[in-house]
């Protein structure tokens, strides 16, 4: 079977069907945000509301415009038409990732059931394999209504701090009500990582072996660090919380992001190693492990288990290519590789080679012919 053609084929009878099962009440979605973004490399992010509550300090979503917070106007059908929509995605198992969590906290109390709504259509309709990054008490109720909605769930636990935690995070659940939250998802078979992002400097290092090893302790499958970026909003809460940052203050802007602190990353990723914690490289490498799959498509790779990459030859990306009226042909695959001849003079459509990556899991490289 061909999975490229067999995948962009379920895209079109999807689409259909939803459209049909709107009766015409669709252009909001097909309007949509979510229906042409390109994927960032964790995924397509999703956004049951825009804005947060909790109001920490280092987060960067007051400074990309999203100050007041709302919930997102699309319901769960909607949501699955635009995606499905959006020539990027490619349906699963094996195809598009999609993160919950990068402009909101997608389990608060006024948005949880959207988020369970449009975790239920994209199972449904997609079967994208899904990620959230949460730092809300999750009960084991909610833990099972999580695993009911998407069995391979992938979840990220947000501890960064646990004695300055009141200081920098001053209305979020605290961090032993977060460390319950991976007991409780760990009991119930979910995917649970601990997310130490960002890794905050003079913070986040000297606290490190205790939020590591108790993470593990209560069942975390392993650790994502990342450093801290900043933009100058967050550089002047965090001085203002006493913790300082060390950057040139003439490099930063309102809502550009700066990199700061990657010796404090690596740091504790050597804290982390020590306690024998499973170190993933990225958050989407844990939604890989997550869902049993494998993917090799980007620098951070190889993640999974690689017996489990998807069937392809040039013969299917040719057949594919054909049928989407792109001139160009595959001039090699193999385990981690796509490359493709384009003629000289013809842009390579930047949908194709993701959609291509996202079905095969694979890096697709272009190569000018002809």
């Known amino acids: 079977m061909n999975i490229l053609l067999e995948r962009f084929e379920r895209k079109v009878k999807v689409q259909r069907y939803l459209k049909d099962a709107l009766e015409g009440d669709y252009s909001d979605a097909l309007n949509d945000y979510?229906?042409?973004?390109?994927?960032?490399?964790?995924?397509?992010?999703?956004?049951?509301?825009?804005?947060?509550?909790?109001?920490?300090?280092?987060?960067?979503?007051?400074?990309?415009?999203?100050?007041?917070?709302?919930?997102?106007?699309?319901?769960?059908?909607?949501?699955?038409?635009?995606?499905?929509?959006?020539?990027?995605?490619?349906?699963?198992?094996?195809?598009?990732?999609a993160a919950f969590g990068s402009v909101t906290e997608p389990l608060l109390k006024p948005i949880r059931g959207k988020t369970l709504e449009y975790l239920d259509n994209i199972a449904r309709f997609l079967n994208l394999s899904c990620q959230i990054s949460t730092k809300e008490y999750v009960s084991r109720e909610l833990a099972l209504e999580l695993k009911k909605v998407e069995r391979g769930l992938s979840i990220l636990v947000t501890i960064v701090t646990i004695d300055r935690s009141d200081q920098l995070e001053p209305a979020a659940?605290?961090?032993?009500?977060?460390?319950?939250?991976?007991?409780?998802?760990?009991?119930?078979?979910?995917?649970?990582v601990l997310f130490l992002r960002p890794a905050i400097p003079g913070v986040s290092e000297r606290e490190a072996h205790r939020i590591v090893s108790t993470a593990l302790d209560r069942g975390a499958k392993g650790v994502i660090i990342g450093s801290l970026r900043v933009t100058s909003g967050i550089a002047d809460r965090l001085k203002i919380a006493g913790v300082s940052i060390h950057v040139d203050r003439s490099r930063l802007r309102k809502r550009s992001q700066t990199p700061v602190g990657i010796d404090v990353k690596n740091r504790i990723m050597k804290i982390a190693r020590e306690l024998n914690a499973r170190i993933y490289p990225s958050a989407c490498s844990a939604n890989v492990d997550a869902h049993g799959e494998a993917c090799t498509a980007c620098s951070y790779g190889p993640c999974g288990d690689l017996d489990r990459m998807p069937d392809v030859d040039c013969s299917d990306v040719d057949e594919f290519l054909e049928e989407i009226g792109f001139n160009g042909r595959c001039l090699n695959v193999d385990d981690r590789n796509i490359v493709l001849g384009v003629s000289r003079g013809k842009e390579m459509l930047d949908w194709i080679r993701y959609f291509i990556e996202a079905t095969t899991r694979r890096r697709v490289s272009i190569h000018r012919v002809g």
């Open 34 to 97: 979510h229906a042409r973004r390109r994927p960032r490399p964790c995924g397509i992010t999703i956004h049951p509301a825009t804005g947060c509550l909790y109001k920490c300090l280092y987060c960067y979503v007051p400074d990309m415009g999203f100050k007041n917070f709302k919930p997102y106007p699309l319901t769960g059908l909607k949501l699955a038409l635009a995606l499905v929509s959006n020539p990027y995605i490619a349906p699963g198992p094996n195809g598009s990732f």
């Open 173 to 192: 659940p605290s961090p032993f009500q977060r460390f319950e939250s991976i007991s409780n998802l760990s009991s119930e078979g979910l995917h649970t």
